[in-house]
């Protein structure tokens, strides 16, 4: 059964060092989701990517986020200046078709570790 | 503030027991996923309502549209359904989904 999977599963960085976190979405999906939860807290959106461009974004997706999907499989988040309020687990998520039916299907996530 | 609550927080339930999980939410939405995190972190998608009732295997999630309000059920629960369950819904006014803060399920033998 497709899948989307993330990598790495854990990443450990130091304050002000920039990461990119990697994705591949299930290869006929049109619709790419970035999500995070901070540990105990509830999941929050972050940004949504369609036809090669941000569709939607929350306020948490500022200046230091940026999204890409550089080669048609691949799919990143770029944090460009962690912060340790960065700290979290990041979820990748896809769909394949517009309409209120179409399931989202999410990665296994990236645990980010700011230090 | 358009709000997604989740009842209970937590639940202990004993093996075979019927359990229902509550969803309400604020304003109106154009769909409502049910999400199961398991204890490592990773997500599962359950269902997805925009209407009625869906049935896969012991699982059940229904919507009301007009009171606001989603039900998750698990029949003959068994200690693998231990687990935190997550609605989210996407307001008819946008795409991205909201998230409720989890109902933390233990099922015990």
């Known amino acids: 059964e497709p899948e989307v999977t993330q990598t790495p599963s854990h990443q450990v960085t130091q304050m002000g060092q920039e990461v990119i976190l990697r994705c591949v979405p299930i290869s006929n999906h049109l619709y790419f989701y970035w999500y995070r939860q901070i540990l105990g807290q509830k999941v929050e959106f972050l940004v949504s990517f369609y036809n090669n461009e941000i569709s939607e974004k929350s306020e948490i ?6 999204v890409e999907r550089p080669d048609g499989s691949n799919f990143t988040l ?3 200046s ?3 309020e960065d700290s979290a687990m990041y979820f990748c998520a896809s769909r394949g078709r517009r309409g209120a039916s179409s399931e989202q299907y999410f990665g296994p996530g990236t645990r980010l570790t700011v230090t | 503030k358009n709000e997604v609550e989740q009842s209970p927080q937590n639940l202990t339930a004993q093996e075979g027991e019927f359990i229902t999980i509550n969803c309400s939410y604020s304003v109106g939405i154009s769909a409502l996923h049910w999400l199961q995190q398991h204890p490592g972190g990773g997500i599962v998608s359950l269902f997805m309502l925009s209407s009625g009732k869906k049935k896969h295997g012991r699982l059940i999630a229904t919507i009301n549209i007009q009171e606001k309000h989603s039900s998750l059920h698990i029949t003959a ?3 693998r359904d231990s687990a935190v369950y997550i609605c989210a819904v996407r307001w008819d006014t946008g795409n991205q989904f909201y998230f409720g803060t989890g109902t933390s399920l233990t099922v015990i033998p």
């Open chain 1, 82 to 84: 962690t912060k340790l």
């Open chain 2, 77 to 79: 629960s068994h200690p």
């Open chain 1, 61 to 66: 997706f500022d200046d230091q986020f940026s």
């Open chain 1, 78 to 80: 770029k944090i460009r």
